[in-house]
């Protein structure tokens, strides 16, 4: 890894570039880790690893740290830091186009009590992302009345939107259900999802705004969420399609930068002879030290020392002499020709034998 001898994970100021293949190992190696610790109910361990990995990028966030952090965050009861933590970055990097932060705050207000803003900040999440309600009910084995289930607003929001944002729904619901499943939760849920409906047969401007966003804001899966989703290894999301997946695919290092930086590229080499011929090795076996590209190429610098002065005749002889000599070995070896040796299985004709007319 490229870390210098001041880096301290201390330190937020501290940054590791994710284009440089040597400080990729260290950034999966923690995801995985965190993963790890996280299915173990370890949850404020997983938060703390989460904002490490983002605070080594956090302007790129090569992972997509960011989708995992508000889950980390709920089930370990960090309600006041995962709303601090969304007005602050909210500015900058947009969370609540995500839907996993707008479910999130919305269960962070109800767990805190702050009752009206819970309200409207889950009918705001259910307008802006109503593709996650009938996966997230089926998650948690729960049925709906057949007023959901007839209205077109949520039972066909997939087909309306792009992939690329139904694999952040999918990848919410995989991993959150669980938040879902305390008893006053769904209770809640469903008041607000009627709600919602109540709003949708009103027409009101923010349903209508929030479908065309969900059809022209998502155009595309960036680079590092497919990261995470990979790294996540969720089995609900939607398979990805050979141009967002390309093969070969390596879990070491998924999906590394086009601009990748290697700091230890080999230098290739050009090379005008063949250098694997019987007669180089059998050359390089009496003399390590030869080579025959080296030879030819200082023969042009060798006529005009003698032009000049004649200085280093020895080395120029020397050379030459060897030169000469690889030639008529050349001449030999290409003038030999072995004669055709007749096998045992060869039969020849016998002019005596009885069987010839």
């Not at 995989?174 to 949708?200: G, I, T």
């Not at 039969?347 to 009885?354: G, I, K, L």
């Amino acid at each position: 890894m490229c870390i210098p001898p001041v880096f301290s994970h201390l330190i937020c100021r501290c940054r590791l570039d994710y284009r440089k293949q040597e400080n990729r190992s260290l950034y999966i190696s923690l995801f995985k880790h965190m993963m790890s610790i996280g299915s173990r109910a370890c949850y404020r361990t997983a938060l703390e690893f989460s904002k490490l990995i983002l605070s080594l990028d956090p302007d790129g966030d090569p992972l997509a740290i960011i989708l995992a952090m508000d889950f980390y965050a709920l089930r370990a009861q960090e309600y006041d830091w995962l709303l601090k933590m969304f007005h602050e970055c909210e500015p900058t990097r947009n969370l609540s186009q995500l839907p996993n932060f707008a479910y999130s705050l919305a269960v962070a207000h109800f767990q805190l009590g702050d009752v009206e803003a819970a309200h409207a900040q889950l009918q705001k999440a259910l307008i802006q992302f109503p593709g996650v309600l009938l996966a997230l009910t089926e998650k948690c084995s729960v049925q709906v009345d057949s007023r959901i289930l007839n209205s077109s607003f949520f039972r066909d929001a997939t087909d309306k939107q792009s992939k690329s944002l139904t694999q952040l729904e999918v990848l919410y619901v995989a991993r959150c259900y669980h938040v879902w499943k305390e008893s006053e939760l769904l209770p809640w849920l469903e008041n607000n999802v009627h709600r919602v409906l109540d709003r949708v047969e009103a027409h009101d401007p923010l349903v209508e705004e929030w479908e065309k966003h969900r059809q022209t804001r998502y155009p595309a899966t960036p680079r590092n969420i497919l990261r995470h989703i990979i790294l996540s290894d969720v089995k609900d999301i939607p398979i990805l399609t050979s141009e967002e997946l390309p093969a070969p695919m390596f879990n070491f290092d998924p999906l590394p930068p086009a601009d990748s930086i290697n700091l230890y590229t080999r230098p290739t080499r050009t090379a005008t002879y063949e250098e694997n011929g019987t007669l180089v090795i059998f050359l390089r076996s009496l003399m390590p030290n030869y080579n025959m590209n080296q030879v030819v190429s200082d023969e042009a610098g060798d006529e005009a020392a003698e032009g000049a002065g004649g200085a280093g005749g020895s080395g120029v002889d020397f050379r030459r002499s060897v030169a000469s000599l690889l030639d008529a070995m050349r001449d030999l070896v290409s003038n030999i020709h072995l004669p055709d040796v007749p096998g045992d299985g060869d039969v020849e004709d016998d002019p005596d034998s009885d069987d010839h007319p």
